[in-house]
């Protein structure tokens, strides 16, 4: 048991070594679906700096870590597996949460930036000059994306290329609309930009507010599938401490219990929140 303890403490600080010393590079054509789906999470959350394999080795250690400390407690290892599973997908849930916060504050948002961009449309500015002013008297949320579209306009010149970059820093469904709709506005011109602009308001905010209706009635599903979920597991941790009474999982019989029981809770969850949830926008626009 202790060269299976080793063994999986080297390959996960292995991994984590490797994912820390790598040098950054760009996407590249062939790129892993796992560090494809790792580095979009990241961008939805708005989280800048931190690669996708350090974000995968943040996940190894993490469970690893879970895995030693429950195995050392419970000296039960499919007790130990389970709750190191369970604490590797910590960090995946962190993240996807803060993606959900950030999507729906930025939902709220968009109306008045849109709002934003036509007064100063209205007042003379061009477009690239209303989106960069955006940065200066929109959102504090969104200020920042829209501060470095005016620094890579001012200094490149080309709006398209500015666009994709705030598109891309933004990482938002609303958003990928709105920079469409301007971009399409742009090419083709015309005297129409105004009430493009007060036609898209009203549908993004009608649209944010029927959606948070929605939301409020159906987080009362979301928190009783987490409780429900939560409680044989809480349950099983307690009994980690109770040698004598662990001690029975530590047989087939006892990690059949526990996979089945994982699975079961897996698959219930998974369908509880496929039933009760509301369909997330996606980024078909990018």
């Known amino acids: ?11 996960g600080l292995l991994m984590i070594i490797a994912a820390i010393v790598a040098p950054a590079e760009a996407m590249p054509a062939a790129e892993g679906r796992l560090r494809a789906k790792s580095r979009d999470l990241l ?59 950030r999507l729906a504050e930025f939902r709220e948002l968009w109306p008045d930036v849109v709002d934003n961009i036509a007064s100063a449309v209205r007042a003379g500015l061009s477009l690239s000059e209303a989106l960069a002013q955006v940065g200066e008297r929109g959102p504090l949320q969104l200020r920042e994306p829209f501060q470095r579209f005016g620094a890579d306009y001012a200094s490149t010149g080309r709006f398209a290329e500015s666009l994709d970059r705030l598109k891309a820093r933004l990482a938002d469904p609303v958003g990928d609309r709105v920079v469409e709709a301007l971009r399409i506005a742009r090419e083709v ?98």
């Open 189 to 286: 011109g015309g005297g129409d930009l105004g009430r493009l602009l007060r036609s898209l308001s009203t549908f993004l905010r009608d649209d944010a507010r029927t959606r948070s209706e929605l939301e409020s009635r159906q987080s009362w599903s979301v928190n009783g599938a987490r409780v429900a979920v939560a409680a044989p597991w809480l349950v099983l941790a307690l009994l980690s401490f109770q040698g004598d009474v662990i001690q029975r999982y530590n047989t087939p019989m006892g990690a059949l219990i526990i996979g089945a029981g994982a699975v079961l809770c897996v698959i219930a969850y998974r369908l509880m929140l496929r039933i009760g949830r509301l369909p997330e926008p996606e980024r078909v626009l990018r």
């Open 43 to 101: 961008a939805r959350a708005g989280i800048e700096g931190l690669t996708p394999g350090a974000f995968i080795g943040a996940c190894l250690i993490t469970g690893l870590t879970a895995f030693l400390l429950m195995f050392l407690v419970s000296k039960t290892l499919p007790v130990a597996l389970v709750f190191g599973l369970m604490a590797g997908w910590v960090p995946i849930a962190l993240v996807r949460a803060r993606a959900r916060r």
């Open 1 to 11: 048991m202790g060269l299976l303890i080793g063994l999986f403490f080297g390959v």
